[in-house]
């Protein structure tokens, strides 16, 4: 049996609202936990410390790679931002394997995702 | 305390013949059933283990599966863990068994993962299976994900990119053994190599397949087992945690720390541990999650000098993923867990498959899965009553 079938989702973006919209702009917003000022991004809901509280904070965008990876879909790695207390899974648009620091560029589709790309780089990819 | 009185899995592998997801459970289903020497109308409670309902396009598959089966009164429903599914129905039936609320559970894992979609849409799925909001829309798969862990993993516990084949040799020869298996293959380190860059350091040989298959268990009371099924294998320990979804907000994103916290209950429930496993199935969705893996189990104090000395090989101090693993035998997600118990049931009683039966009794096996990168870990041990020696 053959059956073709197409969704079309229109996701919630819920709490997590003004970070998606930050990355369709080009900006790092993360949460700053009101209990113990840590800084996480992607935001979480409640902090490692259990705090519940938390406040919206723009980070300069600038981000370090920990860890790349290369492969058939491109480039990623886990970098971790300057201000953030967690690290985040970002693809890398157009950074050389030796190029280690980076920052935040617009997502580059319809879908809101964390790009980084090479520090003094224009965003358009 | 709680039994395996039957076992049962149909070939993993990518199916051509027509053939359904609710073929492969019934096949699964009846041969454990009938390893059990119990009729379906013994059979108080199904719970089914899947992952998506995207492969099937089956909402609710218990209904159906139960009504095919003619289970039909039962009490049925399906239990979802990412890759854990298996385990986590296994732990559902054990809950209810010692609870008293079931006598004989039979738990289905199936899914039909490689043969109802596209590859690259399967892909696709699976890319949404960690967090969909923040890495499902970066477009990161499944392997880029567990390749940046392992990167982390490498760093820190002295294992390199060269020790991945050891793993993946291993795991496909021993499949070779196995007629069930999805990939049995006798690898050179020149063919691994020379295998496409899919994330690196995870070439297309490192990776486990996506495959079709179910398989069942029949889980009892003892009090209520069969005389012929007296000394079947016991459940002994059952384990479960979770772990922060996004691999940054890990201390070490390539420490499987709920498998080390899932390991230490199943472990404090069993009155053992973990270097009295005699054989274990681990969640192998990559050569290095494996190594991951064992690590966090506390399967091994030295994890690069025993894999490089066969410890983990079919003959070694603790065979690791006879079956294949994931890697070898395939990995249907609903039915991996399921498998693995099947697996280490048969271990045990000392009925697998001749090629891989462990000359020495075993008394411990371990079956071990997980969902995400380790996000959700459930495991069991199984014991062998000591009657079934002597």
């Known amino acids: 049996m053959d059956l073709n079938l197409r969704l079309d989702y229109v996701l919630g973006e819920g709490w997590l609202a003004p970070y998606i919209t930050g990355l369709r702009d080009g900006c790092a917003i993360a949460a700053r936990c009101t209990a113990c000022d840590a800084v996480s991004f992607p935001p979480a809901r409640v902090c490692a410390c259990g705090g519940r509280q938390s406040a919206w904070v723009t980070l300069d965008g600038t981000a370090q790679v920990i ?9 990623f790695a886990l970098v ?5 207390s967690t690290g985040s899974i970002a693809r890398l648009q157009g950074m050389a394997a030796h190029e280690t620091m980076g920052r935040i560029a617009p997502a580059l589709t319809t879908r809101p995702g964390l790009v980084v790309i090479r520090e003094g780089a224009d965003f358009a990819p | 305390m709680v039994a395996v009185a039957g076992s049962a899995l149909t070939p993993f592998g990518r199916r051509k013949d027509h053939s359904s ?9 009846f041969g454990a059933l009938t390893m059990a020497d119990l009729d379906q109308s013994d059979i108080d409670t199904l719970i089914v283990a899947s992952e998506s309902d995207f492969f099937s396009l089956q909402l609710n598959p218990a209904s159906i599966i139960a009504d095919d089966l003619g289970l039909t009164g039962t009490m049925a429903f399906r239990v979802e863990g990412g890759g854990a599914s298996g385990q986590l129905a296994v732990h559902t039936a054990v809950a209810r068994l010692k609870s008293g609320l079931s006598r004989h559970v039979a738990v289905i894992g199936v899914d039909a993962s490689a043969s109802t979609l596209p590859a690259n849409q399967v892909k696709d799925l699976y890319s949404f299976s960690f967090d969909a909001w923040t890495d499902g829309m970066n477009g990161a798969s499944a392997t880029m994900l567990y390749a940046l862990s392992f990167q982390d993993f490498m760093a820190r516990a002295g294992v390199g990119v060269e020790d991945l084949e050891i793993v993946t040799i291993k795991n496909r020869r021993n499949a070779c053994d196995n007629p069930g298996a999805h990939l049995p293959r006798r690898h050179d380190p020149t063919e691994i190599a020379a295998s496409p860059m899919i994330a690196a350091p995870y070439r297309r040989l490192h990776c486990s397949p996506l495959s079709d298959g179910a398989a069942a268990v029949i889980l009892s009371r003892v009090d209520a087992l069969p005389g012929s099924r007296r000394t079947a294998p016991r459940i002994t320990g059952i384990g479960a945690a979770s772990d ?3 691999l940054g907000a890990r201390p070490k994103p390539g420490d499987f720390a709920a498998k080390r916290l899932a390991m230490h209950r199943a472990c404090a429930m ?3 541990g973990p270097t009295q496993i005699d054989a274990a199935e681990i969640y192998d969705a990559y050569a290095g999650s494996e190594l991951q893996s064992i690590a966090a189990l506390g399967l091994s104090e030295d994890l690069r000098g025993e894999l490089h000395d066969g410890a983990f090989a079919k003959s070694g101090r603790l065979p690791v993923n006879l079956s294949g693993g994931l890697m070898g035998q395939g990995a249907p997600a609903g039915a991996t867990g399921v498998g693995q118990m099947a697996t280490c049931a048969m271990l045990l009683e000392g009925r697998y498959h001749p090629g891989l039966q462990p000359a020495r009794p075993l008394a411990h096996a371990l079956a071990d899965t997980h969902g995400g990168i380790c996000t959700t870990s459930a495991l069991t041990i199984l014991s062998q009553p000591e009657a079934a020696w002597t």
């Open chain 2, 244 to 246: 922060r979804t996004n």
């Open chain 2, 270 to 272: 069993a009155g053992i």
């Open chain 1, 80 to 84: 971790q931002f300057a201000g953030a």
């Open chain 1, 67 to 75: 860890f790349r990876s290369t492969g058939m879909d491109g480039d």
């Open chain 2, 21 to 29: 997801f609710r073929d492969w459970a019934a096949e699964a289903f």
